[in-house]
């Protein structure tokens, strides 16, 4: 049977052990979260009513007023679409409302209009 050498541990060396101690807490610490994002290949997440980054949120949830029943329901409004208004039944009595939608000049929104189809 034969008998492996193993090597003695290094001695720690201080010195080394700072300069990589200081190099891994700059590189956390400059750590942002799209950088996170980027490193672990994650797609960024978007809160309702936030805007990261100075960025346009891609959506946002209004309270709407039904132009027929008159209830009162929240709804998503899409700020990505092109067209600034589309058709969405009512939730609560299912009729057709046209939706209007007012944006700034960057995308965000300004304004929602409903109104009755007929």
Known sequence: M???KT???RPPDPKRDQRQLRSLTRRIASLDAHNID???GLEPVYEPGT???GRVVPEEFVAVQ???CGERFETRIDLTAEDPGYVED???CCRPIEFGIER???GALLGVKVQRMD
Do not use: T
Request: net charge negative; glycine share 10%.
């Open 2 to 4: 034969s008998q492996r």
């Open 7 to 9: 090597q003695a541990p």
């Open 38 to 40: 980027e490193l672990y």
């Open 51 to 53: 805007s990261p980054g």
């Open 66 to 68: 039904c132009p027929y």
């Open 90 to 92: 009512c939730q609560i």
């Open 104 to 106: 700034e000049d960057g």
